[in-house]
């Protein structure tokens, strides 16, 4: 048998033999009836057919009924707030430079390098949000691509732009803000204590750490640099988790058991199937 075949028919019996172990389920997080939400990353995540951050991967990830989806904000030099991952446009498209240092004409018809036979397309924030259906359960993560070291005129300048799109989408209660920059989401906190805030860190004391300075309502976390027992410290401390990487059905439901509050998946499909058991 085919080794792709192998690996198709255990995931099916991993996912059945979930179904069948109510104990894996009995889980403890800061979520309402300890419900573990399900978000996309980068919308279906690194492994669909289209890539992340692009308006198909994002539409699909709510269309099979995701709780939400991360995406990644970067500000272009003419302060158009663009979704996209990596540091150089060439990385992923067919284009060259940074985000941040074109004007949004310059790359508005910048297609993605795959797949090859179909057209994706560089776009906005706005893009995105003027066309899609926004139920009241959909969270929205944006993870602010900032450096840990930043011009304090651009974070301000990030800070500005991003609320103003926020106030615009009316998303203030249906969004969380990722940042490694600390004075980044300090500027969000004054513009709107009620915004929901998170670090992104290496390790929990780093994170408590920020929790003295800001007010977080959460981490944001490699899977493989916390464990189930720093989650729960976290919670002591009133701090949501949000854990990525998970890119198979075995990764998935290693994170489930961790007690995590949301998850950022690239097995999207399985993780939604799995959670509604």
């Known amino acids: 048998m085919h080794l792709k075949s192998l690996l198709y028919i255990g995931g099916i019996l991993l996912l059945f033999s979930c179904k069948k172990d109510g104990a894996l389920w009995q889980v403890q997080n800061l979520n309402p009836d300890n419900k573990t939400l399900a978000f996309g990353h980068g919308g279906m995540g690194t492994k669909y057919r289209f890539p992340m951050n692009s308006m198909e991967s994002l539409n699909k990830v709510l269309a099979i009924h995701a709780d939400g989806t991360e995406m990644d904000l970067q500000l272009s030099k003419d302060n158009e707030m663009v979704l996209f ?82 106030l615009q989408y009316n998303l203030v209660d249906q969004c969380f803000i990722e940042s490694y920059n600390i004075d980044f989401l300090k500027n969000l906190e004054a513009k709107n204590p009620k915004l929901k ?81």
């Open 85 to 166: 991952h990596n540091n150089n446009l060439q990385d992923a498209c067919r284009a060259e430079g940074m985000v941040r240092n074109k004007n949004w004409e310059e790359i508005k018809n910048t297609n993605y390098k795959w797949p090859l036979l179909e057209s994706s397309k560089l776009i906005r924030m706005s893009d995105f949000f003027d066309q899609v259906k926004i139920t009241p359960n959909h969270i929205f993560t944006f993870d602010c691509k900032v450096e840990a070291q930043e011009d304090q005129d651009y974070l301000r300048n990030f800070a500005d732009k991003l609320y103003a799109l926020i």
């Open 197 to 277: 805030l998170f670090v992104h860190c290496n390790t929990l004391t780093d994170g408590l750490s920020v929790s003295r300075q800001v007010h977080l309502y959460g981490l944001t976390m490699d899977r493989l640099k916390i464990s189930q027992e720093e989650i729960a410290l976290a919670h002591q401390n009133n701090l949501h988790i949000t854990l990525y990487n998970m890119v198979n059905a075995n990764e998935n439901i290693k994170a489930i058991q961790m007690n995590a509050d949301f998850l950022q998946s690239d097995k999207m499909e399985h993780l939604i199937e799995v959670l509604k058991n």
